[in-house]
């Protein structure tokens, strides 16, 4: 297993890290989650790869509080960090990543702390803001952009777990939505509310209708026939906002979503919402 050892030089440490990679796309193309989030991984992985190749750091001198791998991957991160300037978010998604990749090698995760992420307060609407939204997206034109809208504002899903639903992930009769797993949470089974369903019904079949022949098994599609992207999601939802005067982003949808449901319940901390539920409840607590 790779990092278990430390070598004389880097190479033979590079070539393990080549081979553990290979057997980890391996395993990763069997697993259920979203293709767009199996790329991003990969790419994660690699980038790693290509800076411990070209790193000119010899990490066979370690101190004894050190181990090889935390050392790699904290060089990694501090190159994603200081030189290509990257977000907090974009840093402890790669510390995410490399620690799924080391638990599927079998050694330990990181010993390193993630990064402090700024904006993390939620930016809940006011119930009048979230009203007129759901006027706007009931009163919306285009059928798939009504259904978009009104399943990420009624069920708190994610752009990035919205593009990532199939037509197979929506159970008509019982108005179920299942969501695949992310590098945020597992699997889960959300519902949808009358309007939500009856829209997401009507997109279904002006679907059928317009794109039978298509293999493409995405829920929402954009104008290529091809899945819908985050970018997408996020202008439907400031389109049919503009319209009703206001601004607002799929996240903010997302957060008004979980707080609602957060102060329904009590703001206890046992709530049935297990996504997020630390900063939304750090959210309750700080507004008083």
């Given amino acids: 297993m790779i990092f278990k050892e430390q070598t004389s030089s880097n190479q033979p440490f590079i070539v393990r890290l080549h081979e ?27 980038q790693l790869i290509s800076f411990a190749e070209r790193s000119f750091r ?18 990694y991160l501090d190159y994603l960090q200081y030189f290509l300037k990257a977000r907090p978010s974009t840093v402890n998604k790669a510390l995410n990543t490399i620690n799924q990749f080391y638990e599927f090698v079998g050694i330990e995760p990181l010993r390193l702390d993630r990064e402090d992420l700024p904006s993390l307060q939620p930016q809940a609407l006011s119930l009048s803001q979230l009203d007129s939204f759901l006027s706007g997206a009931k009163s919306c034109d285009s059928i798939k952009h009504k259904a978009v809208a009104l399943a ?17 992930d929506y159970n ?18 959300v519902a949808v509310d009358e309007k939500t369903k009856v829209a997401l019904i009507e997109w279904l079949e002006l679907r059928k209708q317009k794109f039978n022949r298509l293999n493409e098994r995405a829920l929402f599609l954009n104008p290529q026939r091809r899945r819908m992207s985050s970018a997408g999601v996020n202008l439907v939802i400031r389109k049919i906002a503009q319209e009703v005067g206001l601004t607002i982003t799929a996240q903010q949808l997302r957060d008004t ?8 319940d009590g703001g206890k901390p046992d709530s049935k919402l297990r996504f997020e539920s630390v900063r939304v409840r750090a959210a309750l607590t700080n507004s008083g």
């Fill in 152 to 168: 990420v504002a009624t069920t708190g899903i994610r752009a990035s777990e919205c593009i990532a639903l199939n037509i197979d």
């Fill in 58 to 75: 010899n990490y066979k001198n370690l101190s004894a509080s050190e181990t090889l791998k935390d050392r790699v991957a904290g060089d």
């Fill in 172 to 189: 008509t009769d019982a108005g179920l939505l299942t969501i695949k797993p992310s590098e945020f949470e597992g699997s889960r089974v």
């Fill in 257 to 264: 979503f979980l707080l609602n449901a957060m102060q329904e």
């Fill in 20 to 46: 553990d990679y290979a057997r980890y796309c391996e395993w990763l193309r069997t697993q259920p989650s979203p293709v767009h989030l199996k790329r991003a991984q990969r790419y994660r992985l690699t």
